[in-house]
C-alpha cells in the first residue's frame, strides 16, 4: 500500500527535466526558477541552470517567459563580458529546455557569505568599505552599459579565490534587461539596498560606501542617485506604467 | 595523438580531433570534403585557440542536429558554421574551413557508438604529417583571432582569449 503511495509523487517529480548526466554532477541549489547544478561539461568544470517549469502558467506563457528569461541570462553575460565586467563564459545554451550551461567559478564564495564571516569572526569592517567600494565600481560600470541586473542581492555576487584580492563576479542574469533610464537603475540600486540592509545588520555605513563609489565611477550617477531617494521615499517600486 | 571527447550532454557521441602539420594536399581533401567523399570536418587550425573551442561547437552542432534545426545541411558544415561569431555561412567556411594554400588541417570526427569511423583511414587521405594537439598553440594566429571574433581590450583584462571565443559562439543565436 505505501509503494502505491509513492508512485504517482515520484511521476510527477519525474516529468521535469531531469538532471544532466554531467561527470561529478551535484545539486548546488534549488531556486524556484530554477535547479543549479554543478558538474563537468566538456572537460571543464561548468554550472548548469535548469529552469523549473511552472505547471501554474498556461504553456504557451510558461514557454515564451523561460525562453525569454534564459535569452536575456545569454545576452547580457555577453553584454557584460563584452565590457570587460566579471561575470561567468557561457558554454552552451539550450533552447530546448532552457537551460544554461556557464563557466563555474570554482571555490568561490559569494558576498554574502564573506560579509557574514566577516561579521561573525567580529573582524575590522574596514575591508568591507573597500568590498563595498568594489561593487560599487561594478555597478557603475554595469549601469554605464545600460545594463540592469534585476536582482541585485549579496547572494549574486562572487568572490573569485582568494578572497583577499576582491575579485568580484557578477553571476544570475536572469532577470535582466537593458535600460538606459535612471529609473530602472535606481531601482537596481534600491533592491540591492533592501537586500543588503536586511541580510547584513548594521551595514549601513558600507552600503554607503558603495554608492559612493558608484557615484565617484559612474559617469551618469547623479540622476541614478537622485531616483534612488526618491524611490526610497516611496516605498516598493511601483512600476507606473499607463 | 588525436584527442578524444565523449559528449556528456550526447552520451552515444564521440568528437575526435586529428591534427595534421606539414600537408601538401590542402586543395584535394577540400574538393573531397566539399563533395562528401570524406568524413570530418576539415577546419583551418590558424583559427583555433583551444581543442575546447572545438568541443564547444561539436557539442552544439550535435545539439541542434538531434532536434533538426541545424542552419546547415550536415552536422560537420554545422560544426564549421557553429565556430563562427556570426550568422553568415559561407564567410564561416572561408574564415574556418580550409583553404587550397593550407599547410595545417584540424580534423573533427563525430563518432556514433553504433558506428566504427577507421581513423588510419582517414589519416591516409592526409599527406601530411599527424602532430599532438599539443601543438595547437604553434599554429594559431592569435591576431587574426581576435580580428575575427572581434576582442574588445576590456575583455582581455577579464579573460582569456578562449574564454572571449566561446561566449560568442554560445550566444550568437540569442542576439
Same mark, same amino acid.
Given at each position: ?93 539550450? &533552447? @530546448?529546455?532552457?537551460?544554461?550551461? #556557464?563557466?563555474?567559478?570554482? *571555490?568561490?564564495? +559569494? !558576498? ?77 540600486? &534600491? @533592491?540591492?539596498?533592501?537586500?543588503? #540592509?536586511?541580510?547584513?545588520? *548594521?551595514?549601513? +555605513? !558600507? ?36 | ?175
Amino acid at each position: 500500500a505505501e509503494a502505491g503511495g509513492a508512485g504517482p509523487v515520484v511521476a510527477e517529480a519525474e516529468a521535469e527535466a531531469p538532471p544532466p548526466p554531467l561527470p561529478g554532477l551535484q545539486l548546488v541549489q534549488q531556486g524556484a526558477e530554477a535547479r543549479i547544478y554543478r558538474g563537468l561539461f566538456l572537460g571543464r568544470a561548468a554550472v548548469a541552470k535548469l529552469r523549473i517549469p511552472k505547471r501554474y502558467r498556461h504553456p504557451a506563457l510558461e514557454e515564451r517567459l523561460s525562453r525569454r528569461r534564459t535569452a536575456q541570462e545569454a545576452r547580457s553575460l555577453l553584454r557584460c563580458r563584452r565590457a570587460g565586467i566579471s561575470a561567468p563564459v557561457v558554454y552552451f545554451v539550450d &533552447y @530546448v529546455t532552457n537551460s544554461i550551461y #556557464l563557466e563555474d567559478i570554482v *571555490d568561490s564564495i +559569494t !558576498v554574502q557569505d564573506h560579509i557574514n564571516s566577516v561579521q561573525r569572526s567580529g573582524s575590522d569592517t574596514s575591508s568591507l568599505l573597500i568590498l563595498a567600494e568594489k561593487m560599487g565600481e561594478l555597478l557603475a560600470r554595469m549601469h554605464d552599459e545600460d545594463l540592469i541586473h534585476g536582482d541585485l542581492t549579496t547572494s549574486n555576487i562572487l568572490l573569485r579565490p582568494p578572497t583577499e584580492k576582491l575579485d568580484l563576479v557578477l553571476i544570475d542574469f536572469g532577470l535582466s534587461f537593458i535600460s538606459g533610464l535612471p529609473e530602472d537603475k535606481g531601482v537596481d540600486l &534600491y @533592491v540591492l539596498e533592501k537586500a543588503f #540592509l536586511s541580510t547584513h545588520p *548594521d551595514t549601513e +555605513t !558600507v552600503f554607503k560606501a558603495l554608492l559612493k563609489a558608484y557615484a565617484a565611477t559612474s559617469k551618469k550617477s547623479g540622476p541614478v542617485i537622485k531616483r534612488l531617494d526618491e524611490v526610497r521615499l516611496r516605498g516598493r517600486k511601483r512600476s507606473m506604467i499607463g | 595523438m588525436d584527442l578524444r571527447h565523449q559528449l556528456e550532454l550526447f552520451p552515444d557521441c564521440s568528437v575526435t580531433l586529428l591534427l595534421f602539420n606539414h600537408v601538401k594536399n590542402a586543395a584535394a581533401l577540400r574538393k573531397k570534403a566539399m563533395e562528401g567523399s570524406m568524413e570530418g570536418a576539415l577546419i583551418n587550425p590558424a583559427m583555433i585557440v583551444d581543442p575546447f573551442q572545438i568541443l564547444v561547437a561539436a557539442n552544439k552542432a550535435v545539439h541542434l542536429h538531434k532536434i533538426g534545426k541545424m542552419k546547415t545541411r550536415t552536422l560537420y558544415a554545422e560544426i564549421i558554421f557553429s565556430l563562427s561569431p556570426n550568422n553568415n555561412i559561407s564567410d564561416a567556411f572561408k574564415k574556418f574551413g580550409i583553404s587550397d594554400s593550407d599547410t595545417a588541417v584540424l580534423i573533427v570526427l563525430i563518432v556514433d557508438r553504433e558506428k566504427t569511423v577507421n581513423l588510419e583511414d582517414i589519416a591516409s587521405q592526409v599527406e601530411g604529417q599527424q602532430v599532438s594537439l599539443d601543438e595547437l598553440p604553434q599554429l594559431t594566429d592569435t591576431a587574426k583571432v581576435k580580428k575575427m571574433y572581434k576582442v574588445t581590450p576590456q575583455e582581455e583584462k577579464i579573460g582569456t582569449l578562449l574564454d572571449s571565443i566561446v561566449c560568442r559562439m554560445s550566444t550568437k543565436d540569442v542576439l
